[in-house]
């Protein structure tokens, strides 16, 4: 049987001014060459699958100079209607948080908005499951900024440090699939956190070292449809046996900057 999907709301931003043009992670190389027409298009299919699904997308107007800005997951944290704006870590992003403040602002019926006050990038190193946040460092979120999202959110965080730095943002390296329900690529976990998820999620997926190259662990869930990278197989066979229905996206030029499904799409949790 087949499980059941929750309506989502996402936020999402077209890659009107995507390029490589500088590097702040391994998959990045400017020399390589980049079409942002190809971008466009691959984005605009998982834009239109998302409003297939019946889910609703919003969207944030690019501005140039901000190649990175197609990756709204690391724009803002909202859950219970809150929305915490990130502070990015290197300052080729930071302006790009002035947008979401912007966006958040005029868009209105938050309780409150605010840009945090230490290094973290949005759902990039945080992701909800259930009541908890696991939350990511080692990279990008310094890990002050735990306290500062548990103290503003008023939920339980738990965090997870990353050791290897192909897989710099949690989300590169897990993924949520359901309130209790994880996979995940263990070797880019540091030793003690790989304890605290596989106390937390026993049965939890685990992926292999091709499907973590692949991006897989980068996947958006719906509770029942799983749209991640259509090259990570082991994966998709792996969430078919437990009966969800995975989508494979063809999303290589967004790959060639480090990001892929997740890193495009900001939920957005109302209270
Ligand atoms: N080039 C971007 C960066 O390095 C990619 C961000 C990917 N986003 C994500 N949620 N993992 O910042």
Redesign the pocket.
């Known amino acids: 049987m087949l499980r059941t999907a929750t309506p989502r709301h996402y936020l999402m931003v077209r890659p009107t001014y995507f390029d490589?043009e500088y590097s702040?992670?391994p998959?990045?190389d400017p020399g390589k060459p980049t079409s942002t027409e190809l971008a466009i298009a691959q984005w605009g299919w998982l834009h239109d699958l998302y409003a297939d699904l019946g889910h609703r997308v919003e969207l944030l107007d690019p501005r140039p100079g901000l190649?990175?800005m197609v990756?709204a997951?690391?724009g803002a944290t909202v859950l219970d209607g809150r929305v915490l704006v990130a502070r990015?870590?290197?300052t080729?992003?930071t302006a790009e948080a002035a947008a979401y403040l912007d966006w958040f602002a005029a868009r209105g019926g938050y309780a409150e908005v605010r840009q945090a006050q230490w290094v973290n990038?949005?759902?990039?190193?945080y992701l909800v499951a259930g009541g908890r946040l696991l939350a990511g460092t080692g990279f990008?979120t310094n890990p002050r900024a735990h306290d500062e999202s548990a103290a503003y959110f008023g939920v339980p965080v738990t965090g997870l440090t990353l050791v290897d730095p192909r897989y710099?943002?949690?989300?590169?390296a897990l993924a949520v699939l359901d309130a209790d329900e994880v996979m995940y690529y263990p070797p880019a976990f540091a030793p003690e956190s790989l304890e605290v998820l596989r106390s937390l999620y026993p049965d939890a997926i685990t992926a292999s070292d091709e499907d973590a190259a692949a991006f897989g662990l980068?996947a958006v869930s719906d509770g029942r449809h799983v749209v991640l990278p259509q090259a990570a197989t082991g994966l998709i066979a792996q969430l078919r046996e437990r009966d969800f229905e995975p989508i494979g996206a063809d999303v290589s030029e967004l790959l060639k900057?480090?990001?892929?499904v997740?890193?495009?799409t900001l939920e957005l949790r109302h209270a």
């Open positions: 490589v702040i992670n998959w990045m190649p990175d990756f997951a690391n990015f870590r290197y080729q992003r990038e949005g759902e990039g190193d990008r710099y943002h949690l989300d590169t980068n900057a480090g990001g892929s997740k890193c495009c």
